[in-house]
């Protein structure tokens, strides 16, 4: 069974940094590319970043583009999201989701919150 | 960037009746391999996002056939037919043919 477990969230003060994680288990890691989406309060999903099976391409919307780095350790099969200068915007549950043929949300974690706020 | 616009923003429906969502896109969601990345999702109340359809009209594992999606280019459904209380939520269509990956901003439903 495919698992995902996110870790690292909490209480940030903005200009911060805060560093996801997220534990995948039921499946070889390395094979599948994954992905960082979150959720601000009461809002609809919004995809941040893509990393490759392999960790040679990362890809990155515009808001997070030089702040945030997606990465992933396949040894560990852990993916992280690093965040820095952290903005009130940011402030959301934020998902790891793995890929499938294509797919590129197929499974989801539970998520980690993280307020961003003075 | 691709938008998604899904309609209704919300949906009411009584147990065992049928419903549509519409989502369209501002651009042809066709990959230039051919396939076209739209996928549906179901997200219950306090839980995360569950894939439910993919590629248009593919059921993920362990979905019901009571979910159906169809469409193609900009234009796309999901229709759910007898309906059950585990289906309420909120549904969002996505997009992963090209970056930034995009979603509709969702479709409530609720029992009548």
């Known amino acids: 069974e495919v698992q995902l477990v996110e870790s690292g969230g909490g209480l940030v003060q903005p200009g911060r940094s805060m560093k996801l994680s997220c534990a995948a288990s039921?499946?070889?890691?390395?094979?599948?590319?994954m992905a960082w989406v979150r959720q601000a309060p009461t809002k609809g999903l919004e995809w941040v970043a893509t990393?490759?099976?392999?960790?040679?391409?990362?890809y990155y919307r515009d808001s997070v583009k030089g702040r945030f780095t997606i990465s992933r350790d396949n040894a560990k099969s852990t993916l992280y999201l690093q965040m820095n200068s952290l903005r009130s915007e940011d402030t959301a549950t934020y998902y790891c989701?793995?890929?499938?043929?294509?797919?590129?949300?197929?499974?989801w974690g539970q998520g980690t919150l993280v307020t961003v706020s003075s | 960037d691709v938008v998604m616009t899904q309609t209704p923003v919300s949906l009411s429906v009584s147990l065992g009746g049928q419903v549509s969502i519409s989502c369209r896109s501002s651009?042809?969601?066709?990959?230039?391999?051919?396939?076209?990345?739209l996928s549906w999702y179901l997200q219950k109340p306090g839980q995360s996002p569950q894939l439910l359809i993919y590629?248009?009209?593919n059921r993920f594992s362990g979905i019901s056939d009571r979910f159906s999606g169809s469409g193609s280019g900009t234009d796309f459904t999901l229709k759910i037919s007898r309906v059950e209380p585990d289906d309420l939520g909120v549904y969002y269509c996505g997009q992963g043919t090209q970056y930034p990956y995009t979603f509709g901003a969702g479709t409530k439903l609720e029992l009548k």
């Open positions: 989701t793995r890929a499938l043929l294509g797919i590129p949300f197929a499974y």
């Open positions: 039921g499946f070889t890691f390395s094979n599948y590319g």
């Open positions: 590629k248009v009209s």
């Open positions: 651009q042809s969601l066709v990959h230039n391999n051919g396939n076209t990345y």
């Open positions: 990393i490759s099976y392999d960790g040679s391409s990362t």
